[in-house]
């Protein structure tokens, strides 16, 4: 079984059930929150049912190996994509946003005006 005890350990103080919304697009520093984003997903879809998209699959594994060019590509598709969501889940590791994903959030905010989430405020003290 995927999500075992030991696989949700990390998550047990997160209060995801706050997000109500189906389709849920994740952003964060990929080189900060790496497993942040395959854990999550996975809880979001198993537990809670929920729709989960990331920006590039082969960027969240290999981001090194992507020259300037192709990473910014990357960053439009990722923007188009935030069209097709509901709403984000920002994953601020230790507090991290990293400029790729200011940019979406700004996108998300002022110009779809979605609701956004922050795994740090879901963190129940």
Same mark, same amino acid.
């Given at each position: 079984m995927r999500l075992n005890?030991? @696989?949700l350990e990390d998550f047990k103080d997160y209060n995801f059930s706050q997000i109500k919304e189906e389709k849920i697009f994740l952003v964060g520093s990929?080189?900060?929150?790496?497993?942040? @984003?395959?854990?999550?997903?996975?809880?979001l879809q198993i537990i809670y049912k929920r729709i989960v998209s990331i920006c590039s699959v082969d960027g969240l594994l290999n981001k090194d190996i992507f020259n300037?060019?192709?990473?910014?590509?990357?960053?439009? *598709?990722?923007?188009?994509?935030?069209?097709?969501?509901d709403a984000i889940l920002v994953l601020d590791?230790?507090?991290y946003i990293g400029d790729?994903?200011?940019?979406? *959030?700004? =996108? @998300?905010?002022?110009?779809?005006?979605?609701? *956004? =989430? =922050?795994?740090?405020?879901?963190k129940e003290s």
């Open positions: 005890e030991k @696989f990929i080189t900060k929150a790496k497993d942040y @984003f395959i854990k999550i997903e996975s809880i300037t060019k192709e990473w910014k590509d990357l960053q439009q *598709i990722a923007l188009r994509k935030l069209h097709d969501q590791v230790d507090n790729q994903s200011k940019e979406e *959030i700004k =996108y @998300f905010e002022e110009k779809l005006k979605r609701p *956004i =989430y =922050y795994l740090s405020k879901l």
